[in-house]
């Protein structure tokens, strides 16, 4: 352990636009990893053509921060073309390193950018040292291992594996029913390709049987007791056990959400953050304090568990529903404080008297009660209730700008 701190130990957060880039930043990323125009794993977010590429480059660099750019799809013949302009707009926007799939994308990135660093996605499905060493051996500066494995597989591949190539694994976010997100069940269910970042979740959904000869009556379908929701997988939540991945030798610690909101960017960047600074700062007696394990809990989740890293996990699914847990709402972000008063722009409505948490980057959520509400014009209102008002309040503590206030359902 004593090189702890003379290694690579990176947040790494999701970005789906530039408000969710700023997000991660504000709130501790070393790095951010984001989608273009093509060749992403999320069709569905938010994605960066090239001047806007540029610019969250810019931004991140300004800081010291790192941005990664996937191009983990299976492109078929005809997007072949498309590569070589893509990963040449990527560098010169600044992408400090491109996050691959396909092998014969992986060759023409070597052929087309041959300085640019290359990330071995996940979906790549490495789970042994073998194949980790073939792709160092290509040319790779990282590999994203699978999900689906122990730590003691990990520790493994570390130690058979060359110190030059990083490692990185998923720490916090939601799961694939499939091996590593290559699930064809999309795909025949809807003809929304996974593979091409258009999964349509079937696993969420709620199954039940209908016997050929009985149309329209429909049967629940039991794994067990508990439901119908049989595919329908928890999410994952390390950050109680960030010493234990620190030690098995990974270097980048992988958040899920590139199409989640800012808020849950902040706050899961955030946490991760503050339990790897605490992490670093005494590695023999890691504890968190208990309002770092509450942060988890506040932002949309489904039930937790931890994977694969602890072996099987045999309770892995969740029957119940394929919904969300969601006890908190964000109801404005802090723009500033001057004398006494928060400044801040409304997200969703609240009222006087209400007792708010504010959350900043500097510490610890604060908890405070509005005692009054000005509108922009320095009128006294009882309520914000007009979208992206801008209003003020009184505050005794300064918070930063972009700090985030939230209220318990």
Request: proline fraction near 4%; charged fraction near 25%; charge should be negative.
């Amino acid at each position: 352990m004593s090189d702890i701190n003379n290694r690579l130990l990176e947040i790494l957060s999701p970005v789906g636009d530039m408000e969710r880039l700023y997000a991660a930043l504000d709130f501790g990323a070393d790095a951010v990893y984001l989608g273009g125009t093509g060749f992403g794993m999320r069709a569905a977010s938010a994605n960066f053509d090239a001047p806007l590429l540029a610019k969250a480059c810019d931004e991140a660099h300004s800081r010291g921060k790192r941005v990664y750019l996937t191009c983990n799809t299976l492109p078929h013949n005809n997007e072949i073309p498309n590569l070589a302009q893509f990963v040449k707009e990527a560098e010169s926007a600044g992408v400090d390193a491109l996050i691959v799939n396909d092998i014969g994308v992986f060759t023409l990135i070597r052929k087309y950018v041959p300085d640019m660093d290359i990330h071995v996605s996940t979906q790549a499905g490495i789970v042994n040292y073998a194949s980790a060493n073939a792709f160092y051996e290509m040319g790779a500066k990282r590999v994203v291992l699978a999900r689906e494995l122990a730590l003691e597989e990990i520790a493994e591949i570390r130690a058979k594996t060359p110190k030059g190539l990083e490692i990185e694994c998923f720490v916090h976010g939601a799961m694939c029913v499939s091996f590593s997100g290559r699930c064809l069940i999309s795909q025949y269910l809807t003809e929304r390709d996974a593979n091409r970042g258009e999964c349509s979740q079937p696993c969420r959904w709620g199954y039940h049987l209908m016997e050929e000869t009985r149309p329209g009556e429909y049967y629940p379908v039991f794994e067990d007791e508990k439901g119908t929701y049989i595919l329908n997988a928890k999410d994952m939540c390390l950050i109680e056990h960030i010493d234990k991945l620190a030690e098995a030798g990974i270097n980048s610690f992988k958040i899920e959400g590139r199409a989640k909101s800012s808020y849950y960017v902040s706050v899961i960047t955030n946490a991760y953050r503050k339990a790897m600074d605490i992490y670093k700062a005494d590695p023999e007696h890691f504890q968190l304090p208990q309002w770092l394990k509450d942060e988890v809990f506040k932002v949309s989740h489904r039930a937790y568990c931890t994977g694969f890293y602890f072996g099987h996990p045999k309770q892995s699914q969740y029957y119940g529903t394929s919904g969300y847990v969601r006890e908190y709402d964000v109801v404005a972000v802090v723009d500033s404080w001057s004398d006494g008063r928060l400044y801040c722009q409304q997200k969703n409505k609240f009222n006087v008297g209400d007792e708010v948490e504010v959350l900043s980057f500097d510490g610890e959520p604060v908890v405070i009660s509005v005692r009054d509400l000005y509108d922009e014009w320095d009128n006294p209102i009882e309520t914000a209730n007009h979208a992206a008002m801008k209003f003020s309040m009184s505050s005794d503590v300064p918070f930063s700008k972009n700090s985030i206030i939230r209220i318990k359902k």
